[in-house]
């Protein structure tokens, strides 16, 4: 099974619409992080969280919410989505002790389309 | 705030040449990292540098970290087909524990 798994993988919708991407992990991993991919861009930090209670804006947070569910579980919310919000969103975790505990291992990804 | 800023933004190699993309951070880092992402993957960590003036090999790749810490670059001898993909770089400043990512630079290696 994939260490770090995010729900849905394809999603499209339409502006305005409130839309939810999961992330779960099994790394048993402290932090987690939700980036955005956008050609020429490369990846953007939108938010990420130390732990259940630690939640921290990135560089690019501004129309989007994160929710820290459990250690395992990590939101990322569209209130209203735009069609600028168009991208891969891409969720990552990294450990905080033990050998390479600096690696950000990423989940597969969420190509998401507003219409 | 932190900029990294990554050149080329592409290259097409014929198979058997060798690749450099180069990072440049506008402030300095505490430590450095590069990462792959296959078409149509994720991004997967190559390696983490966090010494002034650092070089590390990984069998075709030399990744160095400058002296300053505020760039770095990732070399790829005789590349092969298997090497296409995007190279991110990801700095992370002294007292943050963040890392900002490169734009990229896409491989294409010609057989």
């Known amino acids: 099974d994939a260490d770090v798994t995010q729900t849905p993988r394809n999603r499209i919708t339409k502006t305005g619409k409130r839309i939810m991407l999961e992330c779960s992990q099994t790394k048993g991993h402290d932090r987690m992080y939700w980036y955005r991919q956008d050609p020429g861009l490369g990846l953007r930090l939108i938010y990420y969280s130390f732990d259940v209670k630690d939640i921290n804006k990135g560089e690019i947070s501004d129309g989007y919410s994160v929710s820290r569910q459990a250690q395992a579980k990590f939101s990322l919310s569209l209130e209203s989505a735009i069609p600028n919000q168009t991208a891969l969103y891409f969720c990552?975790?990294?450990?905080?002790?033990?050998?390479?505990?600096?690696?950000?291992?990423f989940g597969p990804g969420t190509r998401l389309t507003v219409l | 705030g932190q900029q990294v800023m990554q050149i080329p933004q592409y290259q097409h190699v014929q198979e058997g040449e060798d690749f450099t993309t180069y990072c440049n951070s506008s402030?300095?880092?505490?430590?450095i990292q590069w990462y792959k992402q296959r078409p149509g993957g994720h991004p997967v960590f190559l390696i983490q540098l966090v010494k002034s003036g650092e070089v590390k090999k990984q069998k075709r790749l030399t990744f160095q970290f400058g002296e300053a810490k505020k760039n770095s670059s990732l070399h790829i001898t005789a590349t092969q087909t298997t090497d296409v993909g995007t190279y991110f770089c990801a700095g992370q400043s002294s007292g943050t524990y963040k890392y900002i990512f490169g734009t990229g630079t896409r491989l294409k290696v010609l057989a």
């Open positions: 402030t300095t880092l505490s430590n």
């Open positions: 990552a975790t990294r450990g905080t002790s033990g050998a390479g505990y600096n690696e950000q291992f």
